[in-house]
């Protein structure tokens, strides 16, 4: 080994891309076996409540999630469910935490690949998988993990193609990486910028239009699970979105949709690009509107993601990588920038990190190779790699120690100019320590609760969070089919299936049933009994009926 300038030349320290010595492979049997210990000992133990209710109950029971589907969730859900014992919503919450581990494994693969150290791999593994974005979502019921888990093995499978050139590899990389389109369509500006290389390098060095062309068909293959999809709304396989809630949504006087709106066709591109408006809404995005979620997006990404250690460290790491493998470099600024305007035109605060999920990955990749800069040219320069290889890992753990600790304090002291915090989805809910549920129980506890006190064949209305609690208990534990549960999230429309429903029964003997009083309900109420179930979760009970309802059927297609 020598040292000069600043810079390790060692030829133990790293490896040649493609063959990890059983040294290496260490590396990632650590990242695999820490991980998932740590994600494990997190996972929430029960059903949750919102989109983690609704997939425990999808998962379990197979059907339709929220947009845009996620039918790869639902199939490997059901299988992955039905092998473990246990209470049935943790053995969802707990395969978020083994692909979590596995994302975490499969950054070190990749960073062996490229031709890193093992430390440094193992380190840039540190740094994605102690992200809070990240961290948060292998603990609870979510797409994230699994549909990131995928597009890693992509990303992987591309890298291989380039280097070894064969027809196969590129082929398995195509379907890979349209694979990841059927676990999260958030990762497509990642996908079309691996896909647009890999095409690009069929094209260019291995035989032309011949190679290339089958690519995207390798790539569309991947994307058949949305058949599953389809074919689960038409056949009401288990808990189905469209059919529980978008129907009801879209046509509350008879939950049934009509002409516009009953072919598998419509429903599936409705549930990929709707983004849960009502068809023909028009929705743009301005381009200040951009700007500022970039701008946002960004600031909450160097603060409460990667941090500032590791964001000052991307600089020495992207010219460390640009001497190695300036092709990689040419990959992944574009695959970061895109997805970072594809996320500012979405979405917006919380969910920003959510959508550079996929992009974070090349940047954990890169601030590694900083940490290893950092490493060759502030440590004593005669000392040994092994020895100063231990430090790149743990100057990672203190690196992704700054982004937490900012974070927990930005929640009572936001930090300015835009009064920055690291909220994740859910902004009623900010998260301190490993284990991120304050109550773990309460939605269990409150679902029990709740089917218990409701009275028989009741309209229940609720916020998403709650009514989805209901619909697990229905799925999964076959609990009280004789209640209408119904989501209030398309007002006024709900209050017309309200009112269909008090012209239909007698509310003495079938009552309304709020599970929040929502404010617009105000003028409507003739009068409720409150009753307290449970952790101050409450039941607003309507036996007088409601009066001033909004009038007509409330269909869509008909406004």
Request: proline content about 6%; charged content about 15%; some cysteine.
């Amino acid at each position: 080994m020598s040292v000069s300038s600043g810079r390790i030349h060692a030829a133990p320290a790293s490896i040649a891309p493609g063959h990890p010595s059983s040294r290496h492979r260490m590396w990632v049997l650590l990242a695999l076996l820490g991980s998932l210990v740590i994600y494990g000992a997190g996972a929430a133990p029960t059903v949750l409540d919102g989109d983690s209710a609704e997939l425990q109950t999808v998962a379990l029971t197979g059907g339709v999630a929220h947009t845009t589907g996620y039918p790869i969730f639902a199939m490997v859900g059901w299988v992955f469910t039905h092998l473990l014992p246990g209470d049935p919503a943790f053995r969802v919450n707990l395969m978020s935490s083994v692909f979590g581990a596995a994302c975490v494994a499969q950054i070190v693969v990749i960073g062996l690949e490229l031709g890193f150290a093992g430390p440094v791999a193992f380190a840039a593994a540190v740094l994605y998988g102690a992200g809070f974005a990240f961290w948060a979502a292998a603990l609870r019921a979510e797409v994230y993990t699994i549909s990131t888990f995928i597009f890693l093995l992509a990303y992987w499978r591309t890298l291989v193609a380039f280097r070894t050139g064969d027809r196969g590899h590129r082929l398995l990389a195509a379907f890979l990486l349209g694979l990841s389109l059927a676990g999260q369509l958030s990762c497509a500006p990642a996908v079309g910028v691996l896909g647009i290389a890999l095409a690009w390098d069929a094209f260019r060095h291995r035989g032309g239009l011949r190679e290339v062309w089958v690519l995207p068909v390798a790539c569309l293959a991947g994307c058949t699970p949305y058949f599953y999809t389809a074919w689960a709304d038409a056949n009401a396989v288990g808990q189905d979105y469209l059919r529980t809630v978008v129907d009801p949504a879209f046509f509350p006087a008879t939950g049934v949709p009509d002409f516009h709106f009953n072919k598998e066709w419509q429903r599936l591109l409705w549930l990929l690009i709707g983004r849960n408006a009502v068809p023909g809404s028009q929705e743009s995005t301005s381009l200040y509107a951009v700007a500022r979620n970039v701008y946002n997006g960004g600031a909450r990404l160097m603060l409460f993601e990667l941090g500032p250690v590791a964001t000052l460290l991307l600089v020495p790491g992207l010219k460390r990588l640009w001497t190695r493998r300036p092709d990689e470099v040419a990959r992944m600024v574009p695959l970061v920038v895109l997805s970072q305007l594809f996320a500012a035109h979405v979405v917006a605060g919380g969910m920003n990190a959510i959508f550079m999920l996929y992009a974070l990955a090349p940047l954990a990749l890169v601030a590694a190779l900083g940490l290893e800069w950092a490493v060759a040219r502030w440590s004593d320069r005669g000392a040994a790699w092994s020895r100063k290889a231990v430090l790149v890992p743990a100057l990672a753990v203190f690196a992704m120690a700054v982004p937490h600790a900012l974070r927990v304090w930005a929640y009572e002291h936001p930090i300015p100019p835009g009064r920055w915090q690291g909220l994740g989805e859910d902004s009623t809910r900010p998260f301190y320590l490993l284990w991120r549920f304050h109550d773990p129980y309460e939605f269990r506890d409150f679902g029990r609760a709740a089917i218990r006190a409701i009275p028989e064949s009741s309209l229940v209305v609720g916020t998403w969070r709650d009514i989805s609690v209901l619909y697990y208990y229905r799925y999964v534990e076959h609990s009280r089919p004789d209640l209408a549960l119904h989501f209030n999230g398309s007002y006024p429309r709900y209050l017309v299936r309200v009112r269909v429903w008090q012209e239909q029964h007698d509310l003495a003997r079938r009552p309304v049933v709020f599970l929040t009083l929502f404010p617009e309900l105000s003028p409507h109420i003739v009068g409720a009994d409150s009753l307290d179930i449970s952790r101050g979760h409450r039941l607003y009970l309507f036996h007088e009926p409601f009066r001033g309802l909004p009038a007509g059927d409330g269909n869509v297609f008909e406004q």
